[in-house]
């Protein structure tokens, strides 16, 4: 029923920027506690930032003041600005509809998408 479609990853120098995009079909945003994730190879999934559904922001200490999640009800859409990108930060994103917390740690538990892959090189 719900459908997410991520963009926007690519190949950056260490230093550069992405926008990231997360379309998503049979769910309106509005109203929704949206996320994104990543996950490098050999690690688990990583919460990175997420934005309730009344537009409160939540980043990764990771993160924090690099990352900046937006959204636009309009379009239906989330999107991840990421800027001042280091070579850790390479994985493939993801986000998710339905992001919560509990403790410490947060989680998706929609299903997810095919990722986008950031590759940001040294």
């Known amino acids: 029923q719900v459908q997410l479609v991520e963009s926007g990853g690519g190949l950056v120098q260490a230093g550069g920027s992405l926008r990231l995009s997360c379309v998503v079909s049979g769910r309106t945003v509005r109203g929704t506690n949206m996320g994104w994730f990543r996950q490098a190879p050999g690690k688990e999934r990583e919460f990175v930032a997420a934005i309730s559904w009344i537009g409160t922001t939540y980043y990764a200490d990771s993160v924090k003041g690099r990352f900046t999640i937006s959204r636009d009800n309009a379009k239906n859409t989330v999107y991840l600005q990421i800027n001042s990108l280091k070579p850790e930060d390479t994985a493939v994103y993801y986000c998710?509809?339905?992001?919560?917390?509990?403790?410490?740690?947060?989680?998706?538990?929609?299903?997810w998408g095919q990722g986008t892959q950031v590759t940001i090189s040294s």
């Open positions: 998710n509809t339905d992001t919560r917390t509990y403790g410490s740690t947060w989680y998706g538990f929609d299903s």
